[in-house]
C-alpha cells in the first residue's frame, strides 16, 4: 500500500529471525492526561528510540556509544484506552472493542482470561498492561540495547515529569523481558514453533485491509500478548508417552505423533525428519511442519492438533496467525524457586483469529494445553497460567507521522 508499511519487529518474511532479546513495556496516562500531551510524549519517546538505534544516549550527548550488533528495533502499538483519551482524533477500531479483548483478571487474582477458554490468570496476574495507552516491542541481538532503552524510557518519562509534584503524563507500567532459544525447543523441552505459518502466508494473515470507516489502520496489525507461565513441577510428574500425546510430537525429533498402538503408544510419521536434518529446517517444511490430518481420537485431542487445523486457510474467515514466542526464567520464593514460561506474542489482521482458536470447541476452547478436556492427565487442566494479557492495534508506518498513530493522539 503507497507510503503505508507494517512496522518492524514483525519477522514475516523469508529468512527473518527476530533479534534474540525481546522487551515488552507498558505506558498508562498519567491523571488529567489529554490526548495531545499524551501523543507528544509518545512523540518524544519515538524519536529517542531512532536516537538510541544510532548510539545517542542523551546524557552522553556528543559521545556515541556503540551500537554494533545491536540491531534494535522498536514497534508501538495503542491500546483501547488511548482512544478514550479527551480530544483523541480517531474512532476506536473494530479489533479493539470489548468482544475483542482478553478479560481484567479478577480482583484477587485469577479469573478466566477468555470466555469459553481453558486458561486462566495466574494469582499474581497483572491488570496493568489491559488499561495500557500503549506497548512498546524492543528486539534485539544483545541484551543491553532492550535494557538500554527501557532504562532511557524511565529517564525521559522521569525529566519530563511536573519537578514539584512529580506528576507525569505518561508512566512505565510493567515490562517484560525474554530471550529467542536457539535450541529452538522450549521449556517443556519440546520443539517449538514448528507449525508457525510459511512465511509467503504471513502477510496475507497479519496485514489489515482497513474497511469502510477504518481505512487508517490500513497496511497495520493487531499485537495479542500473553505472558504465560508453566508449571514444570506437574509436567515433570508426566512420562515421556503422556508428554508426547499431549504435544502431538515425538519429544526428540519434532515429529509429529500420527496414531497410537493398541496399547496406547504414540507413533511418529516414519518419514520424519527428512534424512540428514533437522525437524526445523527447510526441506520438512510444509511436508512435516505442520502435522498432517489424524483420524486417530486421542492423537487429534492434542495440542498442535487442536492449534494447527489442517487445511485451514488464511484468508479472512481462518484462524490461522504469526507468533513469535520468546521464554522467560524469572525468581519466584515458591518451590521450585524460579518461574519460567513464554512470552507469547502474536500478529493477525483480527483478534478474532487467536480469539477464535483459543476459545473454539475443537480447537482450543475448553482446554488449557492439549488433550481431552473431559480426561486431563493430573495438573495439565492448570499447567499454563497467564500473568500479563493485552491486545493492541499496531497502526501502520505513515510519512511523515511523527510516530505511528500519531493521529489518534490529534497530531
Not at 482524533?89 to 473494530?94: F, M, S, V, Y
Not at 485469577?110 to 469459553?116: N, R, T
Not at 516414519?270 to 502435522?291: H, K, Y
Not at 487467536?354 to 499447567?383: C, H, I, K, S, Y
Request: charged share 25%; glycine share 12%.
Amino acid at each position: 500500500m503507497p507510503g503505508r508499511s507494517l512496522q518492524e519487529g514483525i519477522y514475516h518474511r523469508p529468512g527473518e529471525r527476530p533479534g534474540r532479546f525481546f522487551g515488552l513495556l507498558f505506558l498508562r496516562a498519567g491523571e488529567n492526561c489529554d490526548a495531545r500531551r499524551a501523543g507528544e510524549r509518545l512523540a518524544d519517546l519515538w524519536q529517542l528510540y531512532g536516537g538510541l538505534k544510532e548510539g545517542k544516549v542523551s546524557d552522553l550527548d556528543p559521545v556515541a556509544v556503540p551500537v554494533d550488533g545491536d540491531n534494535l528495533q522498536v514497534l508501538i502499538g495503542l491500546g483501547p484506552s488511548a482512544f478514550e483519551l479527551a480530544g483523541a482524533g480517531r474512532a476506536k477500531p473494530d479489533g479493539l472493542l470489548p468482544r475483542q479483548l482478553f478479560q481484567v483478571p479478577a480482583q484477587a487474582g485469577g479469573g478466566s482470561v477468555l470466555p469459553g477458554s481453558g486458561l486462566t490468570y495466574a494469582a499474581e496476574a497483572q491488570p496493568a498492561p489491559l488499561a495500557a495507552i500503549a506497548c512498546v516491542q524492543l528486539t534485539a541481538d544483545t541484551k543491553l540495547a532492550v535494557d538500554r532503552a527501557i532504562v532511557e524510557t524511565w529517564k525521559r518519562l522521569f525529566d519530563l515529569a511536573d519537578p514539584e509534584t512529580g506528576a507525569s503524563d505518561l508512566e512505565l507500567s510493567p515490562f517484560y523481558l525474554g530471550i529467542q532459544r536457539s535450541d529452538r525447543r522450549s521449556w517443556i523441552d519440546f520443539h517449538d514453533g514448528l507449525s508457525n505459518m510459511r512465511s509467503d502466508e504471513r502477510e496475507a494473515a497479519i496485514s489489515i485491509d482497513g474497511r469502510k470507516g477504518e481505512e487508517w489502520i490500513a497496511g497495520g496489525t493487531y499485537l495479542a500478548f500473553l505472558r504465560i507461565a508453566v508449571d514444570l513441577v506437574a509436567w515433570r510428574k508426566l512420562d515421556r508417552r503422556a508428554q508426547e500425546l499431549l504435544v502431538g510430537r515425538d519429544k526428540l525429533s519434532g515429529c509429529p505423533i500420527v496414531s497410537t498402538t493398541e496399547t496406547g503408544e504414540p507413533v511418529a510419521d516414519s518419514g520424519c525428519p527428512v534424512a540428514g536434518t533437522q525437524i526445523w529446517q527447510a526441506p520438512n517444511d510444509p511436508l512435516f511442519s505442520e502435522p498432517p490430518h489424524t483420524a486417530d481420537p486421542v492423537v487429534a485431542q492434542s495440542h498442535v492438533q487442536r492449534a494447527n487445523h489442517h487445511g485451514e486457510g488464511v484468508g479472512p474467515s481462518g484462524r490461522r496467525f504469526f507468533r513469535q514466542g520468546y521464554e522467560f526464567l524469572e525468581w519466584q520464593a515458591e518451590a521450585p524457586g524460579f518461574r519460567a514460561g513464554l512470552n507469547f506474542v502474536s500478529f493477525q489482521d483480527t483478534p478474532e483469529r487467536l480469539m477464535g482458536t483459543l476459545r473454539g470447541e475443537g480447537w482450543l476452547g475448553r482446554v488449557n494445553f492439549g488433550g481431552d478436556p473431559a480426561a486431563q492427565p493430573p495438573g495439565m487442566e492448570r499447567l499454563l497460567s497467564v500473568h500479563a494479557a493485552g491486545v493492541f492495534l499496531v497502526p501502520p508506518r505513515r510519512t511523515p507521522e511523527r510516530f505511528p498513530g500519531a493521529g489518534v493522539f490529534g497530531l
